[in-house]
């Protein structure tokens, strides 16, 4: 016979015992490997976060001028953001004013054009007590030499 065959011949087989076909019922569910480092890995990182380890490796400290970079331009973002919210709410406030003003013009121009009138001035001469005379003549214009 060649070796094969010798090994295969030579491997006892052993007949189950009755304590171990119990054993045999119950299933036994491993994890693959990958799966496992995996997860003791993101435990790892997780307790390195909370423990504050994570500051201290290499592979993560590389990234610490990119992260920076983003900080700083997260901030511009904000203070911009403030900014510009800050113009608008001014630039309303002011265009408000404007229409207030604006508004506020067209009645006064509407009051002095009333008051100017030759009915108004009338009334308001006799409420006085001042009586008015028209002048019937033509107008003459003096020049001067």
């Keep these: 016979m060649s070796q094969i065959d010798d090994k295969i011949d030579s491997t006892p087989i052993s007949t189950p015992d009755p304590k171990s076909s119990s054993e045999l019922d119950q299933v036994v569910i491993t994890m693959p490997a990958k799966l496992k480092r995996a997860l003791v890995g993101i435990w ?18 590389k990234g610490y001028d990119y992260l920076a970079y983003i900080a700083v331009l997260l901030l511009i973002n904000i203070i911009t953001l403030f900014s510009s919210l800050h113009m ?52 003459t214009i003096i020049k001067e030499k």
């Design 44 to 61: 790892h990182f997780i307790r390195s976060l909370f423990t504050g380890e994570v500051i201290l490796n290499p592979s993560v400290s």
């Design 88 to 139: 608008e709410i001014r630039v309303n406030q002011l265009s408000e004013r404007v229409r207030l003003l604006s508004e506020r013009a067209v009645r006064t121009e509407e009051q002095r054009i009333k008051a100017t009138t030759h009915s108004s001035i009338v009334k308001a001469l006799e409420q006085r007590g001042i009586a008015l005379t028209d002048c019937y003549e033509p107008m």
